[in-house]
């Protein structure tokens, strides 16, 4: 089935350590999205990439970094510098990153839970 | 800077019921709407998208209306199911990347 997967599901980090979300498109999309929600919140952008080798910061970049070497994956490290990493993480991704006239579609997200 | 507000916060109706939820906006100076679909713990599911240049889009028992004027939008959803018990959030499409999400407004339907 085309689709995101995102993995893991649940992730627990200990104080000072980076950790990395996996995420993984069948769909041949160009455009890939990381967004944070926070409980009872909108949606807030992290880093997009429009195309394989480019990444753009988002509205709160900041504490996270990504690469995009492969059309198919585009993996967020949250590092040690993310004061308030708990949260649920959700990868997207569009045809490209035209999104006035293209559907976004979202994985199933992933927990971190800072311990 | 667009903001986007969702009201009510949360909704509960019995099964049957037509029901509106509502979506504001600052700007309106926008590309496109989109209503979106969270179950809990999980992803996003597109519901309706609604170009600038329209005014309304369905599909089957949803309807979305898009008044840029005003600054609103609403999505009706006729004779409720327990089914349609979710999160649902509406975002402003402001340029060729953003999306500009409201809070969301947890709907219940009970049986």
């Known amino acids: 089935d085309g689709g995101i997967t995102q993995s893991p599901k649940y992730l627990f980090r200990k104080e000072g350590q980076n950790v990395t979300l996996s995420c993984e498109q069948n769909?041949?999309?160009?455009?890939m999205y990381w967004y944070r929600q926070d409980p009872g919140q909108g949606l807030r952008l992290i880093y997009y990439?429009?195309?394989?080798?480019?990444?753009q910061k988002g509205d709160i970049a900041e504490g996270y970094s990504v690469s995009r070497e492969k059309k198919e994956s585009f993996p967020l490290t949250v590092t040690s510098a993310q004061k308030n990493p708990t949260a649920f993480y959700l990868c997207?991704?569009?045809?490209?990153?035209?999104?006035?006239?293209?559907?976004?579609?979202f994985g199933e997200g992933s927990w971190l839970t800072v311990v | 800077k667009q903001e986007v507000t969702q009201i009510p916060a949360a909704l509960s109706v019995p099964e049957g019921e037509n029901l509106v939820l509502n979506c504001s906006f600052t700007?309106?100076?926008?590309?496109?709407l989109q209503w979106f679909r969270q179950d809990p713990g999980k992803g996003l599911t597109s519901l309706l998208l609604?170009?600038?240049?329209?005014r309304e889009q369905t599909s089957g028992r949803l309807n979305a209306s898009l008044d840029k004027s005003s600054g609103r939008s609403t999505l009706y959803i006729a004779a409720s199911q327990p089914g349609d018990s979710a999160t649902y959030l509406c975002?402003?499409?402001?340029?060729?990347?953003?999306?500009?999400f409201g809070k969301g407004t947890l709907l219940t339907v009970n049986p």
């Open positions: 700007d309106s100076a926008i590309y496109n």
């Open positions: 769909l041949n999309h160009d455009a």
């Open positions: 997207a991704s569009s045809v490209d990153i035209n999104l006035s006239g293209n559907t976004i579609y």
């Open positions: 975002a402003l499409g402001g340029s060729n990347y953003k999306l500009t």
């Open positions: 609604i170009q600038s240049s329209q």
């Open positions: 990439s429009q195309i394989v080798n480019d990444f």
